[in-house]
């Protein structure tokens, strides 16, 4: 019984380190600090990016983007009226 237990938790444990070297082995997002473990990264300014803080950076970008164009866009047209 306890042999059996034991065997499954060297089992266990095995997978569990097998689980780490993977994981080792992965590429660590530079927003997030994990290691990415999906098939696909996003190589960004910033370095690697799993797709969750790729997504978060791309809303930050384009919100700056669509911002500097307001600004632009108000300078273009702005008139003062009379
Ligand atoms: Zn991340």
């Known amino acids: 019984m ?3 237990y034991d065997g499954n938790l060297a089992a266990l444990e ?4 097998a689980m780490d070297a993977w994981l080792d082995s992965r590429p660590v997002c530079t ?4 290691p990415i473990q999906d098939e696909k990264c996003y190589e960004t300014e910033r370095g690697l990016m799993c797709e969750w ?7 930050d ?5 669509v911002k500097d164009c307001m600004d632009d866009w108000r300078q273009d047209t702005e008139r003062y009226i009379e």
């Open 31 to 34: 927003c997030c600090q994990e």
């Open 53 to 59: 803080c790729a997504k978060e950076y791309a809303l």
């Open 14 to 17: 095995a997978h569990d380190r």
């Open 61 to 65: 970008l384009a919100e700056e983007f």
């Open 2 to 4: 306890t042999q059996h």
